[in-house]
């Protein structure tokens, strides 16, 4: 069996893992629940570079109710050169569209513009939602989490750009021609392809896994 199967598995485990925990009411089913939430971050760790501790503290924080999807939000913006915005991430010197997870208390459109200011210095508005797509779809590196990914195209209407040198270290525009090496557990070739598709097809419908 492929280590894609495991992971899969795995993550279903830990799901079904923490609806058992918030739901029964049950010591011995909570035991029960428990192991099988400590088997599956055992799996996760022996598929995956992460570090034991940080899946445990993860699934800790989530067990105020049911287990779902983590959402990640990638704002794209474009110059008056049809060149797309991307950020250099510190964390493997490599280039990714500005974005994160999703923050409780914003909306995605929020989310897609804090992210573009406190990662780029521009001030941008959303304009649309260009596709949500299910992170296990795409060719992604393997990881732990269970993702939505959101595409959110945006406008620039003012500010400058200033690299922040807590996450990123450089800012640029790309043509589709020149594209960097890119992050890809944040973003793969494919996704950025389809945005400039965007680009030139404005009236193109919204992507949906």
Known sequence: MQNTDWLAMAKRI???AQAGLFYTESPYDKDRYQELSDLSVQILENLTD????KFGA???EERDGYQTPKVDIRAV???EK???LMVKERVDDRWALPGGWADVGYTPSEVAVKEVREETGLDVK???LLAVMDKKNHPHPQEAWYVYKLFILCEKIGGEILINTMETSDIQYF???NLPLLSEPRNVLSQIEMMFEYKDN???EVYLD
């Open 14 to 16: 830990q799901a079904i």
């Open 50 to 53: 992460e570090p034991i501790e």
């Open 58 to 60: 993860l699934f800790t």
């Open 77 to 79: 913006v474009f110059n």
């Open 82 to 84: 049809g060149e797309i």
């Open 126 to 128: 959303a304009v649309r």
């Open 175 to 177: 043509g589709i021609e």
């Open 202 to 204: 404005p009236d193109k």
